[in-house]
């Protein structure tokens, strides 16, 4: 769509007096109930006493009404409008638009517009309406078609006549032999014969196919029957290996019962066993840390022991007491070491060994002698190192108390 396009359609409405004022932007989008519109008063305009239908709600009535008008024009005003372009309603419809505007506006420039208006009341009375007889067309269309393809047909027939009407002639002006005719004659019965005699033969062969395929089904039939009673009586009799089957299927099913149960308590034992292994590093992981803490406390008490002997033992004399008293309390210090590693080894180390089965044997009679051995050892050290702390701090408070005495006796302070 050009401007010059759009600017001549609205300048020839507006001359052939469209009441309606179309701007050029009507058309930058489609708009095809002003297209309809227009298509409308063209035609109206062209032939006033044309029957179109105007309804262009739905789709189908749309490309009706475009088939119509299309038809219409290409009939009366011999012009070919593209129907595509007319139902997109834009700006290529508007090309179409002017095929038909610049003939009205053509015919109303001409001199002769007066006579026209006056020719058409006379010729209204001779023009009828073709939308109407729209079958009546297409059947003329193809009787014209089938009168050009027998004519051509018969005009190949007739450039023929001219070697045929000689052969047409030697066949008339020949005389007629009968002897000839007769063994033509005998020929022709010959052959029907041999055709019927076939025929016949066929028809034989026939009833003999018919014969055997009626042998073959009674056979069949026979043999079915005989499989059906063969069939009934292998259902009816029971197998021998059916009892002993059945005595398995028992066996089988009290043995899978009897898995299941043992599955089942398996899982349960196994479980109690994790549980029973959990509690049980549970308190290794208590009692360690509760050795920990005292082993943590006694160091503890250990240093302020000796910070608190070394500010209190400040004379010569009792500097050699307090030499054999430090190595007294080296040897106390070894001791409790050793017997705190052993503890935290023998707690740490300490495990429970058991079986699922019932009843005592010699090594876990030994095992719990051995723990209760270990019990024993513990509480003995503890009982040990409790006295050892007695022993110590009222030796360290006599020395903090009474006077320094000679060196001969410091033996006795212990």
Request: aromatic share 6%.
């Amino acid at each position: 769509m050009s401007f010059r396009d759009l600017r001549n359609f609205t300048e020839m409405m507006r001359a052939l007096g469209y009441p309606r004022l179309i701007s050029m932007e009507n058309f930058h989008t489609p708009n095809f109930m002003l297209v309809s519109e227009v298509l409308l008063w063209l035609v109206k305009r062209y032939e006033p006493q044309t029957d179109i239908p105007p309804d262009v709600e739905t789709e189908q009535d749309r490309v009706f009404f475009i088939k119509a008008v299309a038809q219409f024009m290409a009939t009366k005003a011999h012009i070919k409008l593209n129907t595509k372009r007319l139902y997109q309603a834009d700006g290529y419809a508007v090309k179409e638009l002017l095929k038909v505007t610049s003939v009205l506006y053509g015919a109303m420039n001409t001199k002769g517009v007066e006579r026209a208006d006056v020719s058409e009341e006379d010729s209204s009375k001779f023009k009828f309406d073709l939308g109407s007889k729209i079958a009546d067309l297409k059947a003329a269309r193809q009787l014209a078609s089938e009168i050009t393809s027998k004519g051509a047909s018969l005009y190949d027939l007739l450039g023929k006549e001219v070697e045929l009407r000689e052969a047409r002639t030697e066949s008339i002006a020949r005389p007629l032999e009968i002897n000839e005719a007769e063994k033509m004659m005998k020929v022709a019965i010959d052959c029907v014969l041999e055709q019927v005699q076939k025929t016949k033969d066929m028809l034989s062969n026939v009833a003999l196919d018919e014969a055997n395929l009626e042998a073959k089904i009674e056979k069949r039939k026979l043999e079915l029957e005989r499989s059906q009673k063969r069939l009934q009586t292998l259902q009816s009799v029971r197998p021998a290996f059916m009892d002993e089957y059945e005595k398995i299927e028992e066996q089988l099913q009290k043995q899978y019962s009897s898995y299941l149960e043992k599955f089942r308590n398996l899982t349960y034992m196994e479980q109690l066993l994790d549980d029973h292994r959990r509690t049980e590093q549970e308190m290794f992981e208590e009692a360690a840390n509760m050795l920990r803490l005292t082993q943590n406390r006694l160091k503890e008490e250990e240093q302020h022991l000796l910070k608190s002997g070394n500010n209190d033992d400040s004379d010569v004399e009792i500097q050699e007491d307090e030499g054999s008293d430090s190595e007294v309390e080296d040897r106390q210090i070894m001791k409790r070491r050793t017997t705190m590693q052993t503890l935290l080894q023998g707690r740490a180390g300490a495990r429970i060994v058991g079986t699922m089965q019932g009843g005592d044997t010699e090594e876990d009679e030994d095992s719990g002698d051995s723990e209760i051995d270990l019990d024993e050892d513990e509480e003995e050290e503890e009982d040990e190192m409790e006295d050892d702390s007695m022993e110590i701090s009222p030796s360290k408070s006599g020395h903090r108390a009474r006077k320094p005495e000679p060196l001969e006796e410091s033996d006795n302070d212990f």
